[in-house]
């Protein structure tokens, strides 16, 4: 197993002096710090397709050397690994330094001119791990791993994942923050990305006043993300914050589109590259809700709530360009480009809203009708993934008689609740729909499959995650391999695996894990 190393983080920024492993305020962008060893590693599940883009032939995903690696166990030679150092505003507050605190940057590879950051997670404690163990358990790894390969297959922006390792030992956590921690399996989980800086990054740069350290972060993520701006310049930077912001829209468009809640969209896990980052107490809508949040944490005020999800994606962009601005020191153009996130993002809701319905022509009542489908959604428990999958089957030639609601009613958790007054809101919805419909040009059948192929069939709900955990937890990883081939094809009908077709069961309703996480999780 050879990779072909190109480190250029540690390489062209300022590295911290010290050398030692304990917690302290670093003015620097990293620090270098190795992985804890493991007492009795054992490889879980690899992803032989992010292998492929990597270098890695699949025998040597079952070697000693691999496992020892990519378990914390080994360094691979002449590599030095490093934690970052990055700040972050936590549920709208200033909290200064945080960094890597569970995270290790193992090194950069290249592969057919790729370039990749290769990083574990739940290695070990290094100097940002505060009052932390900076390690993970086997229950949130399994769902980081599996929702990052998902969430790639769904064509949403994302980081990747590697690999999943049980290291032998055990992790001390408290899942509901409810007093009674208990010990847990212990896991790392190797992540991939091109980068792994986020918004947090350059603002402790700007919190410390340091802009010769943040002109210097600023032109290195330049140079080597975005080579097509001149960096050096206040038009360069400019032009950096207007890409990341339309990076970071076309990113939260997608999460709406497929019903994907983060639940801890702070600043410090908000990618530089427009990518999904951290996977915590993330969520799948089961019912559509624009009010749920799958966190705990934020289950009072709902700051990062489903429907608040591109409202928070600006205020987080506000924070980057307040910690971009002493290389711009000009007010009128950094206002201008967040200004267009918000018309951008009217206009490309719609689209994909209008997609997501298979409507193609343009009609200035769209926006209505799509308001009134959202209104609708909540008058019961309607299951999003479902409602909108089934959608795709309406005919538009066809007349609507008392059954129009047949095609969708595998949605509703509760068709008891669909009392007269119910029903007929929806009646009305389903005319003026189909009504539409007959402006578009395209068949039925064409019309299905676009719509087939922006709706996904399947998605990874939290239950699904929790039957892989439980049978992990056992040491049987069969749950796993069966949902990461799934979900390898989430729009394709795979109908011999359609009881994952389903609602979340009712046992999953209130169940830890299954609805509300902690950031733990």
């Not at 091109?194 to 210097?216: H, V």
């Not at 749920?292 to 289950?299: E, F, I, S």
């Not at 059954?403 to 008891?416: E, G, H, I, K, T």
Request: hydrophobic share 35%.
């Amino acid at each position: 197993m050879k990779f072909n190393i190109k480190n250029t983080f540690t390489e062209e920024l300022p590295a911290d002096p010290l050398q030692e492993n304990f917690r302290r305020q670093v003015n620097a962008c990293f620090s270098y710090v190795s992985p804890k060893k493991t007492s009795k590693p054992v490889l879980v599940h690899t992803s032989k397709e992010m292998a492929k883009e990597l270098g890695i032939e699949e025998k040597d995903l079952l070697s000693e050397t691999f496992l020892n690696i990519f378990s914390g166990n080994a360094i691979y030679p002449d590599t030095q690994p490093y934690a970052m150092c990055y700040g972050g505003h936590q549920f709208g507050n200033w909290a200064g330094q945080l960094g890597d605190g569970r995270a290790i940057n193992l090194f950069e590879t290249t592969h057919n001119n790729n370039h990749w950051a290769l990083q574990l997670k739940g290695a070990g404690e290094t100097p940002y791990s505060r009052t932390a163990d900076g390690l993970a358990v086997l229950r949130s790894s399994i769902r980081e791993y599996l929702c990052s390969e998902a969430m790639f297959h769904l064509g949403v922006p994302t980081t990747r994942a590697l690999s999943i390792c049980e290291t032998g030992d055990k992790v001390l956590r408290d899942i509901l923050y409810s007093g009674h921690p208990e010990y847990e399996k212990g896991a790392v989980v190797c992540r991939v990305a091109p980068s792994f800086l986020r918004f947090g990054n350059f603002e402790i740069l700007m919190a410390r006043e340091d802009k010769k350290t943040l002109q210097t972060l600023t032109d290195y993520t330049i140079k080597h993300f975005f080579p097509h701006i001149q960096a050096g310049s206040k038009e360069g930077y400019l032009q950096f914050l207007k890409e990341v912001t339309d990076r970071t829209l076309e990113m939260l468009i997608h999460w709406q589109r497929v019903g994907f809640v983060h639940g801890v969209m702070n600043t410090d896990n908000m990618s530089i590259l427009g990518l999904t980052i951290d996977y915590g107490p993330y969520g799948w809508l089961e019912g559509y809700d624009e009010g749920w949040t799958p966190n705990t944490t934020d289950r009072q005020h709902k700051r990062y709530r489903y429907g608040n999800q591109i409202n928070i994606g600006l205020w987080n962009l506000y924070r980057l360009a307040n910690a971009l601005y002493p290389l711009i020191e000009e007010t009128a153009p950094v206002e201008a480009i967040l200004k267009g996130y918000r018309d951008a993002y009217q206009q490309q809701y719609l689209s994909m809203m209008k997609a997501k319905i298979g409507l193609f022509e343009k009609d200035a009542r769209d926006i209505a009708l799509i308001n009134t489908l959202e209104e609708n959604l909540q008058l019961t428990e309607t299951d999003m993934t479902i409602f909108f999958r089934n959608l795709a089957a309406v005919k538009k030639d066809k007349a609507l008689s008392d059954d129009f609601l047949s095609v969708v009613m595998d949605a509703f958790y509760a068709p008891q609740e669909l009392d007269e007054n119910i029903r007929e809101t929806w009646k009305q919805w389903f005319l003026s729909y189909v009504e539409r419909l007959k402006q578009e040009r395209i068949s039925d059948t064409e019309r299905q499959q676009k719509m087939n192929a922006v709706n996904p069939k399947y998605v990874l709900r939290n239950y699904m995650a929790q039957l892989a955990i439980e049978a992990a937890d056992k040491g049987d990883y069969s749950v796993i391999e069966e949902l990461y081939q799934l979900l390898k094809a989430p729009y394709n009908e795979q109908e011999e695996k359609e009881n994952w077709f389903a609602k979340r069961p009712e046992w999953a309703r209130n169940k830890a894990g299954c609805s509300m996480l902690s950031c733990s999780s």
